[in-house]
């Protein structure tokens, strides 16, 4: 069974630049995260989807960040315009349903550097 | 909000040798508990959850964990540890929708 497929890898940017971010679930997982683990600390979830639709975007900064899950499969997150603290690495993981002991699926994450 | 205290950000082991992450979280509700690994550049893996029943929860690799809910403690152990254990190892709760993960703890193991 494919893993949780993300890219790219790696990327740096200037800050004010724009950047996206792509994932692509394990097939049938209806939930899709993405996470932000900045160096040094755990990962903190940005946003979190139900099929197409979002369950939780507290913790996502709306005035930069944009995220979105078209026809409940893959997803881009967006970062217009980067800082300097957004450089951290981006997680992206799936799980078959929303329900609270599923275990999450973890890509291997987009590594941005934001100079 | 849960919080969660990995209490060590690293620990120096040798091969073979036994080994205890500790983990705190902080609730006043039922909570799902979760250890995940992390290798250098790769993303996360679970190693084990805890949802209901036994406190002892066995994962992969040969770690378990034991859920103590008088203390809020959810430890990682592992009787004897390989190099190959050598990565970033974060606690994680999840009292509703979202992972709250802690710092994580370093483990490196030496020869």
């Known amino acids: 069974e494919a893993g949780v497929a993300q890219s790219p890898r790696y990327k740096i940017i200037e800050k004010r630049q724009s950047v996206a971010f792509w994932c692509n679930p394990i097939?049938?997982?209806?939930?899709l995260y993405w996470y932000q683990q900045i160096l040094g600390q755990g990962p903190k979830l940005l946003i979190q989807f139900q099929n197409n639709g979002v369950v939780d975007d507290s913790q996502l900064p709306k005035d930069r960040f944009s995220a979105e899950r078209l026809k409940g499969v893959d997803s881009t997150l967006k970062i217009q315009p980067a800082k300097l603290e957004d450089s951290a690495v981006y997680l992206c993981?799936?799980?078959?349903?929303?329900?609270?002991?599923?275990?999450?699926?973890f890509g291997p994450g987009t590594r941005l550097l934001v100079l | 909000a849960q919080s969660v205290t990995q209490l060590d950000s690293q620990v120096p082991v040798f091969e073979e040798a036994p080994v205890e992450l500790r983990c705190n979280y902080s609730s006043s509700v039922s909570v799902y508990l979760f250890w995940y690994v992390q290798y250098p550049n790769q993303g996360l893996q679970l190693l084990l959850k805890?949802?209901?029943?036994?406190?002892l929860v066995k994962g992969i690799n040969g770690f378990e964990a034991e859920f103590n809910k008088s203390q809020t403690s959810f430890h990682l152990r592992k009787p004897s540890v390989h190099i190959s254990d050598t990565a970033e190892y974060f606690c994680?709760?999840?009292?509703?929708?979202?992972?709250?993960f802690g710092k994580g703890t370093s483990l490196l193991v030496t020869p």
């Open positions: 097939s049938g997982h209806a939930t």
């Open positions: 805890y949802l209901s029943g036994s406190t």
């Open positions: 994680a709760v999840r009292p509703g929708y979202a992972l709250n």
């Open positions: 993981a799936s799980s078959l349903s929303i329900g609270g002991g599923e275990t999450q699926y």
